[in-house]
């Protein structure tokens, strides 16, 4: 039986005022460990904005072998070449994202803390489901708190992977990759990190490995 794994999911700042320099910052930081996917999040912003992140951010991440996840929007995650779209309750519902998106790119669905959402999410065939939120969060107003169990709990059984969202830092990471989460998504707490974000991502992969110890 495989080891278990868990993996970082890094989400863009929700603003995003100097592209070419972000850029380096997110190559620098992709370089400094393992990362997963990167989620393209840029809230309420119009879509030629969001096309041009995607086209100056793709390209870094998918030549480290990073899947780009468009945040919301199947249609132009489509269009622009994503590698998969995460959508939430209030967005595209599950069906219409693969419609668009087609079978082989990523759709993964937030379930704030519902195991039954995430049942429903799996059975359809979502590729991740995500959990949160976790922590306390600048980010985003979180519409509920999850408890750590719930991942444990559907670690235990179900196959469907599961992300944890919500206020993640380099001070909790260990305790949420130990309660069973599949990968860690993970935005603030990378980028504003006291000493740099490529210092953030060395970190946190480093919790992530001593909970994946403890959880074994």
Known sequence: MAEPLCRLYLITPPRIDDLAAFGHVLA???DAGDVAALQIRLKDQPDEVVAAAV?????IAQARGVAV?????????ARLGCDGVHVGQDDAPYAEARRIMGKDKIVGVTCHDSRHLAMEAAEAGADYVAFGAFHPTATKEPKTRADPEILTIWQET????CVAIGGITVENARALAAAGADFLAVSAGVWSHGEGPAAAVKALNDEIAKGLADRA
């Open 69 to 77: 996840i468009l945040n919301d929007r199947p249609d132009l995650a």
């Open 158 to 161: 179900m196959e469907t992977p």
């Open 55 to 59: 086209d100056a951010l793709a390209p």
């Open 28 to 30: 620098h930081a992709l």
